[in-house]
């Protein structure tokens, strides 16, 4: 099973801001299971605190903003676009300013302080939404279309189209988030010129030089105003007439302009607030549709907060039916698991198939056969009792028995043909034989009922 992870230690990057041209200091810490990731503004009175989450970006326009109240912090998609594809699952983030230092304009030197500093397995397990089918938003006027597709890892293809005879078409792919530290993290910000003055005269780009941009000149200006960017960007007056690329370090790929588009939506999917397992394809992405993609993202894991466990009947079960009864004294009519398809230290995974031939239908009901709601529960904890037993040297020298059962649900019945599928999950750490668990019963992808429940090993005399 894999775990959370967080940073070992801390560390600080400075730098100017993109946007204010004000020296900043961000610094990343280790933060406990279950956090996320959180911003703190540690200038401002009380130093607020906000959730790195989708509904909290108030403005995509010239990058990523967070906002809450009076606080409001930009820049921050490289930062986190760092931490998601490196798996940092939880982070404590301080900034002295209104938006991260814009650094190189890239993700690389959080990647490498990342690397330096390591990376701290957690206890608490990796949350996974699993994505079971195609979601797809889709921006008419501007063409930009984001579509995520079910896949075994997380990614993506961007896919660009500007206007410009420079980057006209182009497209860039991470297939593994291991390749991002050499494949996508070092990938530069671009601007136009035709958007540079605009942006300056909004007071904006304050912080922006060759050193942290790709700058590209498509469209011929005058000399004098040439001459004014050239001096305002630290650069070497150029001929007008010159069109090209504007940057003291020379492109490190053809596409690297949109192989920072797919650094971006990294940094905005990680606001998320889950790691997926899916494929997304980007058409003409940026910040504002990204964010829509996050939000959408958001309300599917809230109406399927608790997903079902992958099934596929072809694999080979990890304990059979015979093994089961080697474990469990259970015997028909009462042995309700058929198969185990999945076991770990703290989760268990069951099976069982619903037949018309099962005795409880003769009784319930005869005309509408429906499973009783206790013999799922009973089910249920019968895998639990396989995930304890199994730790057991001699489990056929045990026997499990309830002293609890609580916040039993039923949301759906049960009735021939459904195949049930279990899964169960370890509270607390099995002490004096004593196991508390959290149970689900699901039929497909939905969840037909659920309960806590406790449980008592004792040695067969």
């Known amino acids: 099973m894999t775990k959370q992870n967080t940073l070992k230690g801390s560390f600080s990057l400075c730098g100017k801001g993109l946007h204010t041209g004000l020296n900043l200091t961000v610094t990343f810490y280790p933060a406990p299971e279950n956090t996320g990731y959180k911003i703190q503004r540690i200038d401002i009175d009380g130093m607020p605190t906000i959730d790195a989450v989708a509904e909290n970006v108030i403005d995509t326009k010239r990058g990523t903003v967070l906002g809450k109240g009076d606080m409001r912090v930009s820049t921050v998609e490289h930062g986190l676009s760092a931490l998601y594809a490196l798996g940092i699952d939880n982070c404590l983030i301080q900034v002295n300013g209104p938006e991260f230092p814009i650094l190189d304009g890239s993700a690389i030197q959080y990647v490498e302080k990342i690397q330096e500093i390591g990376i701290q397995e957690q206890n608490a397990p990796k949350d996974y939404y699993i994505i079971r089918k195609k979601i797809e938003i889709k921006d008419e006027e501007t063409g930009s279309c984001i579509t995520i597709l079910p896949d075994e890892d997380f990614s993506i293809t961007a896919m660009c189209s500007f206007e410009s005879k420079f980057i006209n078409s182009q497209f860039a792919t991470i297939d593994n988030m291991e390749d991002f530290p050499t494949e996508i993290a070092s990938a530069r910000t671009f601007v136009f010129v035709r958007d540079i003055m605009a942006l300056l005269q909004a007071g904006l780009i304050k912080g922006g030089d060759l ?251």
């Open 211 to 461: 050193d942290n941009a790709i700058v590209i000149y498509e469209n011929e200006q005058s000399q004098e105003n040439i001459d004014k960017l050239c001096d305002r960007l630290g650069y070497e007056h150029i001929d007008a007439k010159k069109l090209g690329y504007m940057q003291h370090k020379p492109l490190t790929w053809e596409n690297e302009c949109t192989r920072h588009k797919l650094l971006d939506i990294i940094g905005d999917m990680a606001l998320i607030g889950k790691p997926l397992k899916g494929r997304i394809i980007a058409t003409r992405p940026g910040h504002t549709i990204n964010n829509r993609f996050a939000r959408i993202m958001r309300q599917e894991i809230r109406k399927h907060e608790i997903q079902a466990p992958i099934y596929d009947p072809n694999m080979e079960p990890v304990l059979d039916v015979n093994r089961i009864r080697q474990v469990l004294p259970h015997r028909y009519p009462m042995q309700l698991v058929d198969k185990i398809i999945s076991i770990s230290g703290t989760t268990i995974v069951g099976v069982k198939n619903v037949t018309s031939n099962e005795p409880f239908f003769q009784g319930h009901f005869p005309e509408e056969p429906v499973m009783p709601g206790v013999l799922m529960i009973e089910a249920m904890s019968q895998c639990g009792a396989l995930l304890v037993l199994n730790t057991l040297e001699e489990p056929e020298r045990w026997t499990s028995y309830f002293l609890k059962i609580d916040d039993v649900k039923y949301r759906k019945k049960v009735v021939p043909g459904d195949t049930l599928i279990f899964k169960v999950e370890l509270l607390a750490p099995v002490r004096h034989g004593i196991s508390s668990m959290q149970g689900y019963i699901f039929v497909g992808d939905t969840l037909v009922a659920e309960a806590k429940f406790t449980g008592q090993m004792v040695k067969n005399k």
